[in-house]
């Protein structure tokens, strides 16, 4: 049998600095039961001044290393999912690779929200092609540097922070047992930044029509979860976790509600990160793994959707 990409490490980092709804200033004229209401986001961590996404993506990365406890040198190839590198280049994985001390190679990839579950489906082709034995995928963002703080529709929702899982070629049943990702570019206006190094040599601020992004999102995620099952042999029946990508309470909702999975099989961690983008995912696995709610042999779904429209799934047996 062909080895799988088992999950044999998981870290997270969050930067120290938390805002909640009621310490946003005044002049956004938006209020905490409307952020509550409409997203059910109650606090955010945001980068201090000076910290930027590859001090959270190594410290994530570290810990995912640490827990599986495995030599760094042996980590063989890294990816960083991430759509707020710290410099246009070099790449914010090499970064990672020099503080940990891996080997092999190390790129970054841009998915938006959608790309830890791009930097997994890469990762599972190069553990099943024999590319790669021990790689490291991690999401990290600090998006609070592309927000227009002075645009309540879009400020409140976004937080910053780390996930890393630390991937390993295995025999057996635990790992990643299927994955697709998917593009359709016509939407990127939905969902953008107002620029980038090639058209206005800056990064921009995020760009959203919020209802548009909405309405795709509860259709795109729980048809990405039952095309991925499916290519897995398995149903919504057999999800013991729905670990969707976290913007909005009221998406999760409806993405659970959509393919019939309980609410308390779904695992939300937005009130505290507020949206992460490609954090959001490894930072939910790593709540569920620390309070004990995942356990070993429970399969778990991983949708996202995120600008370009990208979306996907992973799913993974724990
Ligand atoms: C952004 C989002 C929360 C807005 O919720 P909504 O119910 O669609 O609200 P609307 O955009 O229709 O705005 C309704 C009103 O609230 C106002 N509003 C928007 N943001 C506000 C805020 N932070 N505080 C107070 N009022 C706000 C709007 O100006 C609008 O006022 P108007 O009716 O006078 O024009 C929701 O569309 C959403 O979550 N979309 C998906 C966003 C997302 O997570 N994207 C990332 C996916 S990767």
Same mark, same amino acid.
């Given at each position: =049998?062909?080895?799988?990409?088992?999950? /044999?490490?998981?870290?997270?980092?969050?930067?120290? @600095?938390?805002?909640? @709804?009621?310490?946003?200033?005044?002049?956004?004229?938006?209020?905490?039961?409307?952020? =509550?209401?409409?997203?059910? /986001?109650?606090?955010?961590?945001?980068?201090?001044?000076?910290?930027?996404?590859?001090?959270?993506?190594?410290?994530?990365?570290?810990?995912?290393?640490?827990?599986?406890?495995?030599?760094?040198?042996?980590? !063989?190839?890294?990816?960083?999912?991430?759509?707020?590198?710290?410099?246009? =280049?070099?790449?914010?994985?090499?970064?990672?690779?020099?503080?940990?001390?891996?080997?092999?190679?190390?790129?970054?990839?841009?998915?938006? +929200?959608?790309?830890?579950?791009?930097? =997994?489906?890469?990762?599972?082709?190069?553990?099943?092609?024999?590319?790669?034995?021990?790689?490291?995928?991690?999401?990290?963002?600090?998006?609070?540097?592309?927000?227009?703080? &002075? !645009?309540?529709?879009? +400020?409140?929702?976004?937080?910053?922070?780390?996930?890393?899982?630390?991937?390993?070629?295995?025999?057996?049943?635990?790992?990643?047992?299927?994955?697709?990702?998917?593009?359709?570019?016509?939407?990127?206006?939905?969902?953008?930044?107002?620029?980038?190094?090639?058209?206005?040599?800056?990064?921009?601020?995020?760009?959203?029509?919020?209802?548009?992004?909405?309405?795709?999102?509860?259709?795109?995620?729980?048809?990405?979860?039952?095309?991925?099952?499916?290519?897995?042999?398995?149903?919504?029946?057999?999800?013991?976790?729905?670990?969707?990508?976290?913007? @909005?309470?009221?998406?999760?909702?409806?993405?659970?509600?959509?393919?019939?999975?309980?609410?308390?099989?779904? /695992?939300?961690?937005?009130?505290?990160?507020? @949206?992460? &983008?490609?954090?959001?995912?490894?930072?939910?696995?790593?709540?569920?793994?620390?309070?004990?709610?995942?356990?070993?042999?429970?399969?778990?779904? +991983?949708?996202?959707?995120?600008?370009?429209?990208?979306?996907?799934?992973?799913? /993974?047996?724990?």
């Amino acid at each position: =049998m062909p080895p799988r990409a088992k999950i /044999i490490g998981i870290g997270a980092s969050l930067p120290s @600095n938390i805002v909640h @709804n009621t310490q946003l200033d005044p002049a956004l004229e938006t209020s905490h039961e409307w952020i =509550m209401e409409r997203t059910g /986001i109650e606090q955010r961590h945001i980068a201090s001044e000076g910290e930027f996404t590859s001090h959270l993506a190594i410290a994530a990365g570290r810990e995912a290393i640490a827990s599986a406890g495995v030599e760094a040198s042996s980590v !063989d190839l890294i990816i960083v999912a991430t759509t707020t590198p710290d410099d246009t =280049m070099p790449a914010t994985a090499t970064k990672v690779q020099h503080a940990l001390g891996t080997s092999g190679a190390a790129f970054d990839m841009n998915a938006a +929200c959608s790309g830890f579950v791009f930097a =997994m489906t890469t990762a599972n082709s190069f553990i099943l092609s024999g590319a790669a034995k021990r790689v490291l995928v991690i999401g990290a963002e600090t998006y609070s540097r592309i927000m227009d703080w &002075s !645009d309540r529709s879009t +400020c409140v929702l976004f937080g910053d922070g780390a996930g890393a899982v630390l991937l390993e070629a295995a025999e057996g049943e635990r790992g990643i047992l299927s994955a697709q990702i998917f593009t359709d570019g016509q939407h990127a206006p939905q969902l953008n930044t107002s620029g980038g190094v090639s058209s206005t040599k800056t990064a921009g601020f995020l760009t959203m029509a919020g209802k548009e992004v909405f309405r795709h999102a509860v259709s795109k995620m729980p048809e990405a979860v039952e095309k991925t099952l499916a290519s897995a042999g398995l149903t919504v029946a057999d999800v013991d976790w729905l670990v969707p990508h976290q913007a @909005n309470q009221r998406i999760l909702a409806g993405v659970g509600h959509r393919l019939g999975i309980d609410a308390a099989k779904v /695992i939300s961690t937005v009130a505290k990160h507020a @949206n992460t &983008s490609a954090a959001s995912i490894p930072l939910a696995l790593y709540e569920g793994v620390h309070d004990g709610r995942i356990k070993k042999g429970d399969i778990i779904a +991983c949708p996202a959707l995120g600008a370009g429209f990208t979306w996907g799934c992973v799913v /993974i047996k724990w």
